[in-house]
């Protein structure tokens, strides 16, 4: 399914300088490269594995406890490995040549905005690719709020771009949010279908049929004490604010959401979580799954 984070596969075709070593017997990566590299010291083994610059059955690990059984290929690459990316804001879950899936935290902006120009996933990741090719860029798809966390992804080149975001209803084959509300719907499941309009303020609102873009969301109550509940929610559109006007439109606004009718805010953040992306990916035609775990401070309050 693609490549470790932080690693880029065409560099490993051009046969990099180092050595190849088949396993004998079960063991961990460590111990194994320890015994293997004996003569360097432990310190600049370990700096190989930082580096990318270990591989097992051709695919980079950074992964000391790695198992290994007989007949795993073992190299060491000898030709500094790509350059890592490390963010305690966002998280690169996957990655190829074509796309890039993170999982970031709440209170980074996804874009720039007149106020903010580089606090952001964009340009975090656009700083990460070019480091390793000047080059390369990356290129906008959908976007998550400042304040929700969660999966999302960039395109690497604008073929990919436009490919995805002229079929994006039909690529995008799941969304899914958790989120955590103030009360208890009164239905344990239900189909919310509104009409959305944003006013100058950029607030979105709900307004009468007829007018605006439709949105539709489906939920289902996970836990609830009643004063908090669970959500886990689906999209099938992909509207500005769209979970959060909804959920308000109903009564149940999201806890720490006071642009959208909060009136607690128990966790010091948005209550919104972007769980689940799949999509077909445009290149190979598979179908992409992700899906992250709900954050614990979640399941704690609604318990």
Do not use: C
């Amino acid at each position: 399914m693609g490549r470790r984070s932080g690693y880029k596969d065409t560099n490993l075709k051009k046969a990099p300088r180092g050595r190849k070593v088949t396993v004998k017997e079960e063991n961990t990566l460590l111990p194994f490269l320890f015994a293997l590299l004996s003569e360097q010291s432990k310190s600049s083994v370990k700096a190989l594995l930082s580096h990318g610059q270990i591989l097992i059955n051709g695919k980079v690990t950074s992964q000391f406890n790695a198992p290994l059984v007989p007949g795993d290929e073992v190299e060491i690459s000898y030709e500094r490995g790509k350059v890592e990316f490390s963010n305690p804001l966002l998280h690169i879950v996957w990655e190829d040549d074509d796309l890039i899936v993170v999982n970031k935290k709440s209170g980074l902006m996804s874009v720039s905005s007149d106020r903010v120009k580089e606090r952001t996933a964009y340009h975090l990741l656009s700083d990460y690719v070019k480091k390793n090719d000047p080059r390369s860029k990356i290129f906008v798809l959908h976007r998550l709020d400042r304040d929700t966390s969660g999966l999302m992804m960039f395109a690497k080149n604008q073929r990919v771009q436009k490919a995805l975001q002229s079929n994006w209803n039909s690529a995008i084959t799941q969304r899914s949010y958790v989120a955590v509300v103030e009360g208890r719907p009164e239905k344990d499941h239900d189909l919310i279908v509104s009409n959305l309009v944003e006013n100058a303020k950029m607030q979105v609102y709900v307004t009468a049929e007829g007018d605006g873009k439709e949105a539709i969301t489906r939920y289902h109550v996970l836990h609830s004490n009643g004063h908090y509940s669970l959500l886990e929610l689906d999209l099938e559109t992909g509207r500005k604010n769209q979970i959060r006007v909804q959920m308000e439109s109903i009564g149940h606004p999201i806890a720490g959401d006071y642009k959208y009718g909060a009136d607690t805010d128990p966790a010091g953040r948005l209550m919104l979580h972007a769980r689940r992306l799949f999509f077909i990916h445009p290149e190979t035609g598979e179908e992409m799954r992700f899906e992250t775990r709900i954050p614990d401070a979640f399941v704690s309050l609604a318990k």
